[in-house]
């Protein structure tokens, strides 16, 4: 598909970089974001990506590049979820229909991608502080520049956010925060008298007499300074009731807002004024999720990110496979563990649809706790939950959870808490690219003490971990794929797996393969292959990451001398590495361990397909790898 190719656009063509649209009047840049909207989506609709973020911020993106001038002021996007107009017009349109697959472009700003994308992002909150750090840097050469971070009422709440603005609001250096505000709705009227104030308070006219009153003020004897200091009290009192901007102007900020973001004449006029202005600026401008395209309008959550869809109908490309993914089993369940056990209750930060709890919020609306951007505090959260008597379920996903190892460590572990982790979109994720990628859980959770670490082979051992999870008394982490499960059965009755134990699915004495989560079933479909060759092939379940089923994998070392272990995390520390130390601490140097996993590098986007292959983890990899191993020598050991 070539959606550049599929309407009759009449501006967009000529459009290469941000110095073509600054000759356009308003009614063309119009036109170029309506053209704009209708490439987001039918590119989109091919190849999946964040949506009604993107659409939203189409007319901001055009109003920022004709107004400032980029790359030499900076651009920073928070996340980068609404960032497609603005690859489009920095020199990417022709290589759109690229967006997220292999070799293509990132569906993120990514500073080896292009000069105008200022500093690579893809977590929330990041960007007042690299916006900051631009503008300081800079001020210390000299330079007058301006710095702008665009980030959205979500972002805005991250504790990283906060710590931005309270830092750089006294700085006096050329910050520009522009809040992309998509909740909040203004009426027609607040909207025209929103807009007209702030075109004119932002003007110089406005701004030089409000200086040249206070110096005059100052001037008067004895009593100047005194009146300038009542008048600013009064001022604030007055504006904490009535200016939604007051906190911020308590920050240190000159607030601009709220502006109307779908009016182009008016984002421009606004923004040529708030580059006028000396000392950090926060710009509040309220836009419209899904702009433009009617299903995204009317359900935003639903295309925020999204599969490939049909655009007539809004509907997802149907899927063959009629099999629940990993998400939703974990959330029927959980509801019905919940349904047994009043003392279960469900955490998440900003993440509900994302991590399947939107039905156990329906059922149980008081047990779930949405504590927003906010990895952090969830965390600490159920920390104190869990102290209160209750069975938390802290539900994020791999890349997310990251952010809060440091209140894992001091609030969950080192008090022994029963805070179980459902860890998602574990292992690899595909296009959304290396910020998203779950690869390092294993690696970052395995060296906290009192920490029971759990990876199902199926969407079926899913169920009866979550079980264990609940009941053990621990801290526990359990961590499964994004996509749809393998298919399996599910058990009506759910069973508490013995802890530290794992499973042999397939007996053989000349080498074993011991893989965990989501690696198992390619394993065992490549230990079988082996088998029909006339290898014989010990294939293993795992199940724990920690403990580990010492007795079965030293057991199996003395028996087979030759051990590949298979994950989906990074080699460093990972699954495979506590192996090697088990048979270190053992004494066992005979034998040969090869480990399959992520090398020391980041994975870039591509179909999680893909990847696998690409990373020799799907079956045929798998196969690859062990019969090289049945080939070779024993004289290797311990190769990596």
Request: charged fraction near 20%.
């Amino acid at each position: 598909m070539k959606p550049l190719e599929t309407v009759d656009y009449s501006i967009l063509p000529n459009i290469n970089d941000p110095s073509d649209i600054r000759s356009l009047n308003v009614a063309e840049l119009n036109t170029l974001a309506q053209e704009i909207r209708n490439l987001i989506i039918h590119t989109v609709a091919s190849t999946g990506g964040h949506l009604a973020s993107s659409l939203g911020t189409v007319e901001l993106t055009l109003a920022i590049h004709y107004v400032f001038n980029t790359p030499q002021d900076k651009l920073i996007w928070d996340v980068g979820h609404q960032a497609y107009a603005h690859k489009i017009i920095t020199g990417r349109k022709n290589r759109f229909s690229t967006l997220r697959c292999r070799g293509g472009i990132s569906g993120f700003p990514k500073r080896e991608e292009s000069i105008y994308d200022s500093f690579n992002v893809g977590h929330s909150g990041t960007s007042i502080a690299a916006a900051a750090a631009f503008a300081e840097a800079e001020y210390l050469r000299g330079g007058k520049k301006k710095s702008i971070a665009v980030i959205g009422d979500g972002s805005m709440t991250t504790g990283m956010a906060f710590e931005g603005l309270n830092w750089s609001g006294d700085r006096d250096k050329g910050l520009i925060i522009i809040l992309n505000d998509n909740e909040m709705s203004i009426s027609p009227n607040v909207g025209a008298m929103s807009s007209y104030l702030n075109r004119v308070m932002t003007g110089d006219r406005v701004t030089r007499f409000k200086g040249e009153l206070k110096n005059f003020l100052r001037s008067i004897p004895s009593v100047g300074e005194q009146i300038v200091k009542i008048s600013r009290q009064i001022e604030e009192s007055v504006k904490t009731f009535v200016v939604p901007g007051a906190l911020f102007e308590e920050l240190g900020f000159t607030y601009v807002g709220p502006l109307e973001g779908h009016r182009l004449d008016y984002l421009i006029k606004n923004f040529e004024n708030v580059k006028k202005l000396e000392g950090p600026v926060l710009v509040h401008v309220i836009t419209q999720k899904g702009r433009g395209y009617k299903f995204a309008e009317d359900n935003s959550p639903t295309y925020h990110g999204v599969a490939p869809f049909d655009v007539e109908t809004g509907l997802a490309v149907s899927s063959a496979s009629a099999i629940p993914s990993y998400t939703q089993i974990f959330g029927k369940t959980l509801i019905d563990l919940a349904e047994s056990d009043s003392r279960i209750v469900a955490v998440t930060a900003a993440m509900c649809e994302g991590t399947g709890l939107d039905e156990f919020r329906k059922r149980f609306p008081e047990r779930l706790f949405d504590v927003g951007i906010a990895e952090q505090l969830a965390v600490t959260f159920a920390a104190g939950l869990s102290v209160g008597g209750l069975l938390p379920v802290v539900a994020i996903y791999s890349t997310f959870l990251q952010r809060a190892y440091d209140q894992i460590l001091h609030d969950v572990c080192l008090q022994k808490l029963p805070v179980v982790f459902a860890i998602d979109r574990a292992g690899i994720v595909g296009e959304d690219g290396a910020t998203h990628q779950g690869l390092f859980d294993f690696s970052y959770l395995r060296n906290l003490p009192h920490l029971i670490m759990m990876a199902p082979k199926d969407e079926n051992e899913l169920r009866h971990m979550l079980k264990t999870a609940v009941g053990c008394g621990s801290p526990v982490s359990i961590r499964y794929p994004r996509g749809k499960g393998v298919g399996v059965p599910l058990n009506d009755e759910l069973s508490v797996l013995p802890l530290g134990r794992g499973e042999v699915l397939q007996e053989g004495s000349d080498l074993a393969i011991i893989a965990v989560g989501c690696t198992v079933h390619p394993a065992l479909a490549a230990g079988r292959k082996l088998e029909a060759e006339g290898f014989g092939v010990r294939v293993i379940n795992a199940r724990f990451i920690k403990p580990l089923d010492a007795e079965l994998i030293l057991e199996t070392a003395a028996s087979t001398h030759k051990l590949l272990t298979v994950e989906e995390n990074v080699l460093d520390g990972g699954f495979g590495s506590a192996i090697l130390e088990l048979l270190a601490r053992e004494g066992m140097t005979s034998v040969t361990v090869r480990r399959l996993g992520i090398r020391d590098e980041f994975v870039e986007h591509a179909t999680q397909a893909e990847l696998r292959s690409l990373h020799g983890l799907d079956e045929e990899g798998i196969f690859r790898a062990a019969k090289e191993m049945l080939l070779l020598n024993d004289s290797v050991k311990h190769h990596g």
